[in-house]
């Protein structure tokens, strides 16, 4: 460093230590001048503090420390305070953080693998003088294209000026790419770090297998990878679990996860967590981390399923959807259950909900059997009213008693070797053609497990569950989670007794790992998991357990599909296509409206582009969503009042029970699909200039697996004026 202080003593003599130890007018007495380094930004925070119980002194003030983050801008403090005698009171204060000299990055959301972009860098000048700058730009993640230079300087700024300077780069592999940006006057730096996805190429796909091995034994598995598979991104994940407790868990993190939200995975969500987290607690087995996020997923998801609840007590798929019997039956169901177990729930809403149910139950008396039992099971657990369920099927009423539903439910058990299930080729809850044997067979053993438990049908049934798993879960978030209803019963009524052992995991024929479960992880609960590269084709997993216990194992492959456009066949039909056009202002009879022209491929940052995703199939489809990944250049734009078009068709602006905007995708969801051809329409708003792969659009039942149609993907181009790129 050049800055220091000596102390000291001299006697009657001047300190000139420095002078005497070399001749006068010597150079480079110090180290060469080196630019100061500026502190690098990169906090940003939308809230920075929150204090919710500061107490005052007796005369009334208080005093905090606030760290204030990286980002400069302008902070809003809010403080509400109440005295002891319930008088209130509120303020709002505002402070600004500031530089002299800013430096700012301009970033689109994200970046799909293989975009090409131009990122901006302005820098601003806030001093009273003039000040000339440089700027430098510092990737990883990220390529130059060109190998142009990431420097500017001699960048003249007068007092209040900005400049802006673009950089050019590729996006050749998914991750998180981070961009830093740093200036420097004579007197001032500042820097910036951002970090920006680049997510992968293609639609994900998925397919697993799952089982269980009893003692000393192998299990082994293929799964395949297709050939037209985006190279990056394949992976096979082997979860392992010492006990059934570590599969339910394995399960909870699909449907915590799961990216949407209608009343039915908004119950799912958090009620199965509920019920097994309150589970492994009894039998000393819940992991504490869980613990500490369930009372804020609870609570969340109840606050969720109220403000979709309807104003006579009713739920639909959506909060925009007309009553559902299913969904209102679950709902008020769910929300019984959560009250039972210990969560804040204001019981008019389960009374309100219980009314709407009770009046559907009556208003539909010929509605399909097994709904109106399951309607007749939720009136009966949140309003219990009588000993006997009564059901009006095809052939008038019918009276349910556990002792013949017991011995019926043995009798249809469809068994092979030591296998057992319940097939259902159609759900009735839902009122759509699907497979719900997984449904039906855990529906079955929560039923016998709490009259018969020790019957030897429920183990033949519970193996049958965990082997029909698909990688971890069972195909959809309502059969995920009926499921876990099914076997949490099975393993409160009969206990597990796990037993230490060791399993080695082969993918490929290559070691990928060694687990040894000792007697203590038995109560740890949560899955271990491994995760290895696919190739393409055919990939081999091979698991080897040499001690007695059982293990409960499950493996997905996983990987994006960039192909084209592909449609369902078949019975039920489906299919999808993605058009974009051009809106350009006129005017007509003196009012601005916008015409739609062909879309060429090119736009330029400011226009605004319309999407046309038509999707056309069966009319038989129900609860569809309709998936359309966003280019990275683009904005979505929520408010379309400010865009009028010169032919408004009322019928084709349709966005189905509900729409969202997402970061990288809008998405549509149909509740019914009775027409067989719907057209969903939606403007976007382009930001950045660049290169931009556009993944297919997808269109897909949510309950129905392995199911979808895409369609082509596309490449959008947004050019800059001439000259103003770097």
Request: hydrophobic share 40%; glycine share 8%.
């Amino acid at each position: 460093s050049r800055e220091y202080y000596f102390t000291g003593y001299s006697g009657r003599e001047r300190l000139q230590l420095a002078r005497r130890r070399r001749k006068p007018f010597s150079l480079a007495d110090f180290k060469g001048d080196k630019a100061p380094q500026p502190a690098v930004r990169k906090d940003f925070p939308d809230a920075i503090y929150w204090m919710p119980d500061l107490v005052t002194d007796a005369d009334g003030r208080a005093r905090v420390a606030v760290k204030y983050p990286d980002a400069l801008t302008t902070w809003r403090l809010t403080a509400r305070a109440v005295t002891t005698d319930t008088r209130v009171g509120a303020t709002v204060a505002r402070t600004t953080t500031t530089k002299d000299l800013i430096v700012r990055i301009v970033t689109p959301r994200f970046l799909t693998e293989g975009d090409e972009v131009v990122m901006p860098t302005i820098v601003h000048n806030y001093r009273s003088d003039a000040r000339t700058a440089s700027v430098d730009v510092q990737v990883t993640g990220l390529e130059v294209v060109g190998g142009g230079a990431t420097t500017a300087t001699g960048i003249s700024l007068p007092s209040g000026a900005e400049q802006r300077n673009d950089w050019r780069f590729l996006s050749p592999r998914p991750g998180t790419a981070t961009i830093t940006a740093s200036a420097r006057t004579e007197s001032d730096s500042d820097a910036v770090d951002l970090p920006v996805p680049v997510l992968p190429y293609g639609l994900r796909r998925a397919s697993g297998v799952s089982g269980s091995i009893a003692g000393a034994s192998e299990a082994a598995a293929e799964i395949v990878v297709p050939a037209t598979a985006n190279p990056v991104g394949r992976t096979v994940r082997v979860a392992i679990a010492p006990s059934m407790a570590g599969s339910l868990l394995g399960a909870l993190d699909f449907l915590t996860a799961y990216p949407y939200g209608c009343t039915e995975q908004t119950l799912s969500s958090f009620l199965p967590n509920l019920a097994v987290t309150r589970a492994l607690t009894e039998l000393k087995l819940a992991p504490t981390e869980r613990l500490g996020a369930l009372d804020r997923q609870v609570s969340s998801g109840i606050r969720r399923l109220i403000d979709m609840q309807h104003e006579d007590g009713g739920w639909g798929w959506w909060k925009t959807d007309g009553n559902h019997p299913f969904m209102t039956d679950y709902a008020v169901w769910g929300l019984d259950e959560a009250r039972r177990a210990g969560a804040r729930v204001d019981t008019s809403r389960i009374d309100n909900g219980a009314r709407a149910l009770a009046k559907m139950y009556l208003t539909y008396p010929r509605a399909e059997p097994d709904l109106k039992m399951y309607m007749a099971y939720a009136l009966r657990r949140s309003v219990p009213d009588g000993d006997e369920v009564v059901s009006y099927g095809e052939g008038g009423p019918v009276t349910y008693r556990h002792a013949d539903a017991r011995q019926a439910l043995i009798g249809e058990a469809q068994t092979r070797g030591d296998l057992a299930w319940w097939t259902g080729d159609r759900d009735d809850l839902l009122f759509d053609a699907i497979d719900t044997s997984v449904e039906a067979t855990a529906f079955a053993v929560n039923a016998l497990v709490r009259r018969d438990p020790r019957n030897p049908v429920l183990e033949r049934a519970v193996r049958w569950l965990m082997v029909n798993r698909r990688g971890g879960y069972w195909g959809s978030t309502k059969a995920t989670a009926m499921a876990i209803y099914g076997l949490l019963g099975y393993m409160q009524a009969r206990g597990e007794s796990a037993q230490p052992f060791a399993v080695d995991v082969y993918v490929n024929g290559e070691l990928a790992g060694q687990r040894t479960f000792t007697a203590a992880q038995m109560t740890a609960p949560d899955p271990v998991v491994l995760t290895v590269p696919a190739r393409e084709g055919v990939n081999s997993v091979r698991l080897v357990k040499k001690d007695p216990g059982t293990v409960y194992w499950s493996a997905e492959a996983a990987y994006f599909d960039p192909s084209t456009a592909e449609g369902r066949s078949g019975s039920r039909q489906l299919a999808v296509t993605r058009k974009y056009s051009k809106l350009t202002a006129v005017t007509e009879r003196k009012l601005i409206v916008y015409r739609e022209e062909p879309f060429t491929g090119t736009a330029a940052p400011g226009d605004v582009l319309t999407v046309r995703l038509t999707v056309a199939g069966s009319p038989e489809w129900r609860y569809l969503a309709i998936e359309d990944p966003l280019p990275a250049g683009v904005e979505a734009v929520q408010d379309t009042i400010a865009y009028p078009l010169e032919k408004p068709d009322s019928i084709r602006w349709w966005w189905g029970s509900r729409v969202e905007y997402r970061d990288a995708r809008t998405v549509f969801f149909q509740e019914s699909f009775e027409r067989g051809r719907y057209e969903y329409v939606y403007l976007v708003k382009v930001i950045s200039a660049g290169t931009f792969r556009a993944v297919p659009a997808q269109a897909s039942p949510m309950y129905v697996p392995d199911v979808f149609a895409s369609s082509e993907p596309q490449t959008v181009t947004i050019t800059l004026p001439s000259g103003s790129s770097r």
